[in-house]
Structure formats: C-alpha cells, structure tokens
C-alpha cells in the first residue's frame, strides 16, 4: 500500500510538464466527486432546509440582485 508520505515525494519528484498534466487530473477529480456528494446530499433532502430558507428569504425580499 502506498502512503501518503510516498505520494508527496512522487508529486515533489515530478517534472514540470508531468506535474501540470497531475494537477489537471486531481482538479478534475476532486470537482467530480465534490459534484457527486453534491448530488448525494440533494437526493437524500440534506439540502431541503436550506433550500426552503432561501426560498423564504426570497418571498420576503430579503435577496439582493448580482
């Protein structure tokens, strides 16, 4: 099993070119699972409270435009 520690010095060790091309990757990964949890948590209605607030909050004019 590899550790984290050996994973730092692989990262460390990486040429420039290679370094860029695993930081697009581990971009692109971590928006994919940070989107799937998203999907997650609404599926499962953790977001519903807070869904309803800010529809509250809307209805009571409390809302700015951007």
Do not use: R
Request: net charge negative; proline share 3%.
């Amino acid at each position: 099993m590899t550790t984290i520690a050996e994973i730092q010095n692989a990262v460390i060790k990486l040429p420039d070119p290679e370094y860029k091309s695993f930081l697009k990757w581990f971009e692109h990964f971590e928006e994919e699972k940070w989107d799937l949890e998203l999907e997650i948590h609404i599926s499962s209605g953790k977001l519903s409270a807070l869904g309803e607030k800010a529809i509250s909050e809307f209805k009571k004019g409390k809302c700015k435009k951007l």
